[in-house]
Antibody
Framework: QVHLQQSGPGLVKPSQTLSLTCAISGDSVSSISVAWNWIRQSPSRGLEWLGRTYYRSKWVSDYAPSVKSRVMISPDTSKNQFSLQLNSVSPEDTAVYYC??????????????WGQGTLVTVSS | DIVMTQSPDSLAVSLGARVTINCKSS????????????LAWYRQRPGQPPKVLVY???TREPGVPDRFSGSGSGTDFTLTISSLQAEDVAVYYC?????????FGQGTKVEIK
């Protein structure tokens, strides 16, 4: 059974970088046919997919247009985890952030499982 | 981006009643390649992450009670709870995975009357 455990600070100052990590157990970050995603949820924006990273003979990351210029999602194979970095944050980035897996070999891009969620508040 | 619109935003029904939640996409989610609809449904209880209930529009996730069923094709989809139980109080979301960026509906809150 796959389990995702999130870690990272709950408070970030405006203009700084939000950084979160998602540790994987029961699967490998390097697995072929899966992708590792970050999603956020706020009252104003609802559930918003931010992007993903996956391995297909090389590492690939792709991102939602809404955050593409500010976001990076990257794997850490030595620790079997992946991370989210969101630059130049503003109060509009305040949200609960989730990591999740999709099994994308045959287009199976629904999210399961999910991490526990991290409330990140952007405030000075 | 594909826009997902759910209706209603909220509803309150009696225990044991039937619940119907609608989801409409701005583009077809039906693939002409494999004749599958790229739509999933989730339940989110307070303080928890969403949990997938249905994928491919009508395939129940193993372990999900059979009172949950999904239907529809193309741009119009429905999640039905045949007999509402107390543990079904939650917000329900649809999600399209036909074309990135993956997008969600705004959610439908289900309460007990």
């Amino acid at each position: 059974q796959v389990h995702l455990q999130q870690s990272g600070p709950g408070l970030v100052k405006p203009s700084q970088t939000l950084s979160l990590t998602c540790a994987i157990s029961g699967d490998s970050v390097s697995s072929i046919s899966v992708a590792w995603n970050w999603i956020r949820q706020s009252p104003s924006r609802g559930l918003e997919w931010l992007g993903r990273t996956y391995y297909r003979s090389k590492w690939v990351s792709d991102y939602a247009p809404s955050v593409k210029s500010r976001v990076m999602i990257s794997p850490d194979t030595s620790k079997n985890q992946f991370s989210l970095q969101l630059n130049s944050v503003s109060p509009e980035d305040t949200a609960v952030y989730y990591c999740s897996r999709t099994t994308s070999a045959s287009g199976d891009n629904w999210f399961d499982p999910w991490g526990q969620g991290t409330l990140v508040t952007v405030s000075s | 981006d594909i826009v997902m619109t759910q209706s209603p935003d909220s509803l309150a029904v009696s225990l044991g009643a039937r619940v119907t939640i609608n989801c409409k996409s701005s583009r077809t989610l039906l693939s002409s390649f494999n004749n599958k609809n790229y739509l999933a449904w989730y339940r989110q209880r307070p303080g928890q992450p969403p949990k997938v209930l249905v994928y491919w529009a009508s395939t129940r996730e193993p372990g999900v009670p059979d009172r949950f069923s999904g239907s529809g094709s193309g741009t119009d989809f429905t999640l039905t709870i045949s007999s509402l139980q107390a543990e079904d109080v939650a917000v329900y979301y649809c999600q399209q995975y036909f074309s990135p960026p993956w997008t969600f509906g705004q959610g439908t809150k289900v309460e007990i009357k």
